[in-house]
């Protein structure tokens, strides 16, 4: 099953899915994770169950809802709770993220106590998932060396088009933030907004010191992964990731 990770960090397994090695045809072709995404739920169950073959335990599933709520994986067993973030110290406890445009974001403490994944589109963005996330880690973890961050595939900077609702959205970061928004050439009140860059500004003004992003764009690549952007009616990619015992 082609699979896309980062940078190999102490204690901590990760990767991020693409749309192949699934059961499911199209538009959901083949490997949709996402139980809301119209596809046959007998193909979604197949398709979990591969992937939970690559994985130590039961994933924790969210049922995202592009918000800031951070869930603690560790705490009593949920079903999909409505959260957009989760959090765990518990070594083999992976934790779950889907996406189709959106951006999978991991966050770790650099001792591999700790780590977060959480979902981050413009609009959990803005309201503060990664540094809610963030937060909780600190919480499990007040006396970690440092923090560290992986920003999966997502939509990149030449596919993004927003209105005047995400640019105010982001006013309040400043100058650095609107840099990030570029003008839609020859199209009025339409702007080219680079979300991983913002997601990367936020995560390094919250105090991650080392921020790495996979640098794909899963709208440009219909081949490799699942957009929502690009196609409407489409499957779910799932970032996946555990402490591992050391």
Known sequence: MPVVTGPQWAGV?????????????????????????????QAVAENRRRVRAMLPADPLWLRQVHGARVVDADGPAQDEPAADAAVTAVP????????????????????????GAAHAGWRGLAGGVLEH????????????????????????????????????????????????????????????????????????????????RSGLCTVSDPGRFFSYRRDGQTGRMAMLAWLCHP
Do not use: S
């Open 92 to 115: 083999e406890r992976p934790l779950a993220i889907m996406v189709a445009d959106c951006l999978p974001v991991l966050i770790a403490d650099t001792g591999g106590r700790v780590l």
């Open 133 to 212: 996330t963030l937060e909780a880690l600190r919480r499990k973890c007040p006396d970690a060396a440092g923090w560290q961050a992986w920003i999966g595939p997502g939509i990149g900077p030449a596919a993004f088009e927003v209105g005047p609702d995400v640019l105010e959205a982001f006013g309040a970061d400043g100058p650095q933030a609107a840099a990030l928004f570029a003008p839609r050439p020859g199209v009025a009140g339409k702007w080219l907004a680079d979300l991983p860059a913002l997601a990367a500004l936020r995560l390094a003004r919250a105090g991650v010191a080392a921020v790495h």
């Open 13 to 41: 397994r990760y990767f991020c899915t693409t749309r192949a090695g699934g059961v499911g045809t199209a538009p959901h072709d083949t490997l949709n994770l996402g139980l809301r995404a119209g596809d046959q739920p």
